[in-house]
């Protein structure tokens, strides 16, 4: 007994499809044939009524158009309202605005700022004035001038530490090109 899986999907959508919706079925069947799945098989249709029922409750295109439309034309009359009520409230609003008054009630009805501890900003600039006399100055150049120079002489010391046996071995011998010992070639002895 073989499985009429379109009644399967018409089922599902509870009345009778439309001309796109049946196409639409057959082309979902068609999708499932190409994947290997038998669609008319009675064993299959646990399986195919869970994707039938899935694609009944997805919004037809229709649907969504008419959805769309609404919603565009309820944001046309509500942005349309709100440029109206601008517009009244631009024209009721006095030209000229007394912000001296503004001022003076926002600042009666604000809390007054509290600061528990002030910092000052004078302490620190005579410190540093006094840091920076020309003496501690001079001092920290002439430091930083002596560690310059005791770690270039350091460097240049132990740098040639190592070579030393060698350059001391080099400085004692002639230099004469070296030759090559040639290795005395034997007859071969023959058994």
């Known amino acids: 007994m073989a499985v009429n899986a379109e009644q399967l999907f018409i089922d599902a959508l509870g009345r009778e499809p439309t001309a796109d919706e049946l196409q639409d079925i057959r082309l979902n069947l068609w999708m499932l044939t190409r994947a290997g799945f038998a669609v008319e098989d009675p064993s299959n249709a646990p399986l195919?009524?869970?994707?039938?029922?899935?694609?009944?409750?997805?919004?037809?295109?229709?649907?969504?158009?008419?959805?769309?439309?609404?919603?565009?034309?309820?944001?046309?009359?509500?942005?349309?309202?709100?440029?109206?009520?601008?517009?009244?409230?631009?024209?009721?609003?006095?030209?000229?605005?007394?912000?001296?008054?503004?001022?003076?009630?926002?600042?009666?009805?604000?809390?007054?700022?509290?600061?528990?501890?002030?910092?000052?900003?004078?302490?620190?600039?005579s410190a540093l004035r006094e840091s920076f006399t020309l003496i501690w100055v001079s001092l920290a150049a002439f430091c930083i001038g002596l560690a310059a120079l005791l770690g270039w002489h350091f460097g240049a010391v132990h740098a040639q530490t190592p070579l030393a046996p060698r350059v001391a071995q080099h400085a004692g011998l002639p230099h004469h090109p070296q030759r090559a010992i040639e290795r005395p070639v034997c007859p071969r002895r023959r058994p």
């Open 48 to 125: 195919i009524t869970p994707w039938a029922w899935m694609w009944a409750r997805l919004p037809r295109p229709t649907e969504i158009r008419a959805a769309l439309t609404a919603a565009s034309q309820e944001i046309a009359e509500r942005s349309q309202k709100g440029i109206e009520m601008l517009e009244a409230i631009a024209r009721d609003f006095p030209a000229k605005f007394d912000h001296g008054a503004l001022a003076t009630a926002i600042a009666q009805r604000m809390q007054p700022l509290i600061v528990r501890n002030r910092i000052d900003a004078s302490v620190f600039a």
